[in-house]
């Protein structure tokens, strides 16, 4: 076991980062001896990690993170940091190293006053590892102030931080951040090392693992998810259900509105299972008595966690309606692939039923125009388009291809 297991399908950005991770491990050795610097490293000061969703851009740079802070003393003999074992690999993989900072928010963007929190601890100098390490898994959410904020610290960086920033893609960030980062791209992996990720790690059944691999087509989290949550599995057969619901225009409405319902009901779930212990957290860290009055001078405090709770609900309901539309397009994707008669491979062989009756009875014209439409409420929602309108939308145009 090392560092890299949960990396799947990805050898040449492991490799890349191997070699960087033993090039920074010299980088320390040296100027601790105060010993001259090999030129040519493959280790710099900030990382760029881009690819689709589920491709491990966040996992790339966690393991990343904990080869840079591996302590065994194989190292010393000339063996390839990232352990697993060791101290520092194992509090960095689970999130309590000191030098060591995972930023992910549950938020709709990251502003100016976080990230200058962060800017301000990337000055700092290790407290107890090799290096700073500040893993920022969603990029793509900073607002322009932010990133002018963090443009500032990645122009200028203290001697040991490093900063990863994870993005789906390089026009995501910044170009004056992006141009001073070292780019490492992902790709989708293959749906046999997720089914097999999903068999070791997680210890599921292998006929799930790789229907829930194929379904989703590489996308590691969301395997996961739907390969170990009834819940899950129940709501994507409802989505893939649509398709055949909008044949007029009340199935068209029925439909639009359960997609809705079932978003709310995600986003209430997650609201059901942390804001009661952050508010509670919160009571009890202000001096609040469990069933009783709140100290003077608390409500701000309070008032500004209701208002991240809402905020988060909100993103949460967007990226429940996000996945779902996903799984619309790969539905009639799948469609047009049995229409044109591709030999690629089947996403969703659980419904071939519906795929088949669909495609049987439109033309891939039409299958075009219905996967723009699902397309069009995506980008609608970005532009912060009323979900229900967005939606019924897209069913109407599912009903008339």
């Known amino acids: 076991m090392t560092v890299w297991d949960d990396l799947v399908g990805q050898d040449r950005v492991r490799e890349q980062l191997a070699a960087a991770a033993k090039d920074a491990d010299a980088l320390v050795t040296a100027v601790s001896a105060r010993e001259p610097v090999e030129q040519g490293s493959k280790m710099t000061h900030a990382w760029l990690f881009t690819g689709p969703p589920g491709s491990g851009r ?115 960030v910044l170009p004056t951040i992006r141009s001073r980062c070292r780019h490492l791209t992902l790709g989708t992996p293959p749906v046999e090392a997720v089914a097999d990720v999903l068999i070791r790690r997680d210890g599921v059944d292998p006929e799930r693992a790789h229907s829930a691999a194929r379904a989703t087509q590489g996308h590691i989290g969301r395997a996961r998810r739907l390969a170990t949550d009834e819940r899950a599995r129940a709501r994507r057969a409802a989505v893939l259900k649509v398709p055949l619901r909008v044949a007029d225009v009340g199935g068209c409405l029925k439909a639009a509105q359960e997609l809705i319902d079932t978003a709310t009901d995600d986003a209430k779930q997650m609201a059901d299972e942390v804001d009661v212990k952050e508010t509670e957290d919160l009571k009890a860290a202000l001096g609040g008595v ?19 709770q809402k905020r988060r609900k909100t993103r949460t309901q967007r990226d429940s309606l996000d996945l779902a539309l996903t799984e619309l397009t790969g539905f009639y ?24 009756r669909i495609a049987e009875s439109s ?15 995506r980008q609608a929602m970005d532009r912060n388009v009323a979900p229900l309108l967005a939606v019924e939308a897209m069913t109407m145009s599912l009903r008339s291809g």
Do not use: Y
């Open 333 to 356: 994707r799948d469609v047009l692939a049995l229409q044109l008669g591709s030999r690629i491979a089947i996403a969703n062989v659980d419904v071939q039923d519906s795929l088949d």
């Open 58 to 172: 966040s996992t790339a740079a966690r393991a990343f993170a904990a080869a840079l802070q591996c302590t065994s003393p194989d190292r010393a003999l000339g063996g390839e940091p990232g352990c697993g074992f060791c101290d520092g690999c194992h509090t960095s993989l689970i999130g309590t190293h000191a030098d060591v900072q995972v930023i992910r928010t549950d938020l709709l963007s990251i502003g100016v006053k976080e990230t200058r929190d962060l800017v301000r601890r990337a000055q700092l100098s290790p407290a107890v590892g090799r290096w700073q390490v500040i893993v920022m898994e969603d990029a793509d959410r900073l607002t322009e102030g932010a990133g002018n904020v963090l443009l500032k610290a990645v122009e200028e960086p203290a001697p040991r931080t490093v900063w990863m920033l994870c993005a789906p893609s390089l026009e995501d």
């Open 363 to 377: 033309t891939p014209a039409q299958t075009l125009r219905r996967i723009e439409a699902v397309i069009a409420c």
């Open 290 to 308: 469990a069933g009783g009055r709140m100290p003077r001078g608390t409500a701000g405090a309070m008032k500004e966690l209701e208002d991240k």
